[in-house]
Every structure is written in C-alpha cells, then in structure tokens.
C-alpha cells in the first residue's frame, strides 16, 4: 500500500516535471514530436531506475562509513557520468534495438536534472533501497508521462494560428501550464 | 581592442545573450525557485558565484586537461564550487537555504555553467572569463529576480516581502503554473519588443 502510494503521488500529484520543475530542459527541448518524447522517456526512466540504486548504494556504503557525506554532489554526477557511459556501451553490446531507440538521447541524460534530483531526493527522504528503487520508478514514469502529454499537445500547436511573437516557446510553455493546472486537480488523490 | 571586448564580455550576458530569456538555459531553477523575489535573488547569487569560479578555474587549467576528458573535468571543478556554496549557505543562511533546497546542488546541472565553461572559459584568457561569468551571473540573477517579482506581485500582491494591498493574490502565480505562464509571457513581450524595435527605427 505505502509503495502504491509513492508511485501514485509521484506520477500524478507530485509530477517532477509539473509540479517540481526537475527536467525542464528536456521537457521543452524534445517535446517537438511524440517518438522523440517517449525515445527520451524511455532512456530516463531506464537510466534514473539504475542510477538511483548506484548512488543509494555509494552513499551508505561509502560515503556514510568515510564521514565524507558533504562529498554527495561531486560523487553523485561523477557516478551519474560514469553510469551512462557504461549504460551507452553495454546497449550497444547487449541490445542494438534498444541502443537504436534510446542511443542518442542517453548523453543528454548526464546533464537532465531529474536524475541527479531524485538520487538526492532518496537520501532527503531517508528511503531505504526497495522505496527508493519504487520512487525513482514513479518519478521516471512521471517524466515520461509529462513530456509525452505535453509533445502530442505541441504538435497541435504547430498547426494552430498564433501571433509571430507567441509562436515556439511562449506558447509551449503557456501550454505547459494548462497541463500542470489540470496536474493540480490529483491533488488530495492519496 | 581589449578594453571594449572585455565590456562586451561583461554586458553579453545581461542584455544580448540573457542566459534565461534568450538563450532559455537553466529553466529548472528559473522555474522552480522563483516564487517570490528574495529567492529569485538568492538563487541568482549562488550561480553567479558559481560561475565566476569555475568560469575562473577552467579558465586557468584550461591548457592542462586533455581534450577528450574535458567534460568530466569540467563538471569536477563545477560540482566542487557547488558543495562549497552549499556548505556556505548552509552555515551563514540556513532559511535561504531550506527554501532553494534542492535546487543549490543542482546548480551542478544547470546548462548555463557547463555551457559557459565549454563555450567560453575553454577558450579565453582567465580575466575575460571571469567577465563573462559575472556577466551571465548577473544576466541570471536579474531574470530570475524579474520573473520572482511578477510571480509574488499576482500571487501574494507583496513586493520583496513586504503587502502591498491587504488582500489574497491569485494564488495560481505562486504554485507551478503561474511560473510557466509568467515566463512564456514575459518570453513573448521580449520577442514583441525584438520584432517591434527595426520598424521604428
């Protein structure tokens, strides 16, 4: 029930993109078109679920032990760096479909916000590995969730006749607000 | 030569290349933070020191480090002026602090300081990079102070903390939608002035 819960509010109420402005970037950058949308989707949850175990594990593991806890920054995204090159050459190796599909959106990860947040998220928490393993699912879902939502509005938009000077990001990102308004309606679900 | 380049240096990254208007990097913290006007500014500190040092730092290795590592490098040094900002704000600002929470060490992935190294500090001379550090700090801290004092005016009808009108704002402005509807306006009148501006002249 506790982990429904967690993937629930993470998905709707507490949408990482929506609502905890983690991961704009992509958000707004490969929205154009919904296979690119789910492409990065894809590689995020795929990438978020593995790192967060990685960084869970360095942070009680190592970090704890040694006292160095004040190092959580520089470890976390050397770890985050590190992780999406092993994960770019293992793909390649192991699934050459799946590297087609996900390949080029994996060295944008290393700099996507969510994944850095939400291994830092786990440990404000005091999650421990199973919760942690189930938010990073949630919130990667989320993610995916948002960004193609938002993707299939934006290829509306192109269509639409809008002002010169509305055209682009002025309207995607007023769009983007409509949908983070009609977020705000799970709120009190859980 | 020199002298006017390094003003130019400085006042790109204010007004041309605003690092939020224009170039609309480092949206994450934009967005997230800018509920009201005094974390506008305190975020916009934080990164500008952040990227005065490392635009600084990288600026001096720059020779050292190997081609092929450079990014990593690069994210080394950065994420190293991240902790010690946090470490500061932690100590000397500890309200400030809990409010930005978890956006202060994101700063490490916040496309404008990695940018900047790349684009610039990896290939000018130490002052000049510091420069356009401070002047895309400053660029930053601006943006996000603008979109803070709009979001608190509609939101909460106060300024920098201080009521204006002893009456409830629209309280839309302050939570996640108001900061997307705010900058794709604010977005939209800049691109209205830009497109107004050679028809007058």
Sequence with gaps: ?190 | MATTNYKENFLNGIIKENPVFVLLLGCCPTLGVTSSAINGIGMGAATAFVLVMSNLAIALVKNVIPDKVRIPAFIVIIAAFVTVVQLLMEAYTPALNEQLGLFIPLIVVNCIVLGRAEAFASRNTVFASMLDGLGMGIGFTLALTLLGTIRELLGSLSVFGVKLVDADGMLVFILAPGAFITLGFIIAVMTWLKKRKPAHS
């Design chain 1, 1 to 190: 029930m506790e982990y429904l819960v967690i993937i629930i509010s993470t998905i709707f109420i507490n949408n990482i993109v929506l609502a905890k402005f983690l991961g704009i970037c992509p958000f707004l950058g490969v929205s154009k078109n919904t296979s690119t949308a789910v492409g990065m989707g894809g590689a995020v949850i795929f990438v978020m679920v593995i790192s967060t175990i990685m960084t869970y594990l360095v942070q009680h593991y190592i970090l704890i032990p040694l006292d160095i806890a004040y190092m959580q920054t520089v470890t976390y995204i050397l770890v985050i760096a590190f992780l999406v090159q092993v994960v770019e050459i293992v793909l390649k190796k192991v699934s050459p479909d799946l590297y087609q599909a996900l390949g080029v959106y994996l060295p944008l990860i290393t700099t996507n916000c969510t994944i850095l947040g939400v291994a830092i998220l786990v440990i404000q928490n005091n999650f421990n590995l199973l919760e942690s393993v189930i938010f990073a699912i949630g919130n990667s879902v989320g993610f995916t969730l948002a960004i193609a939502l938002f993707s299939s509005l934006r290829e509306q938009l192109d269509t639409a006749d809008l002002p010169e000077y509305m055209q682009g990001i002025p309207a995607a990102l007023i769009t983007a607000s409509i949908l983070s308004m009609a977020f705000m309606g799970f709120a009190g679900l859980v």
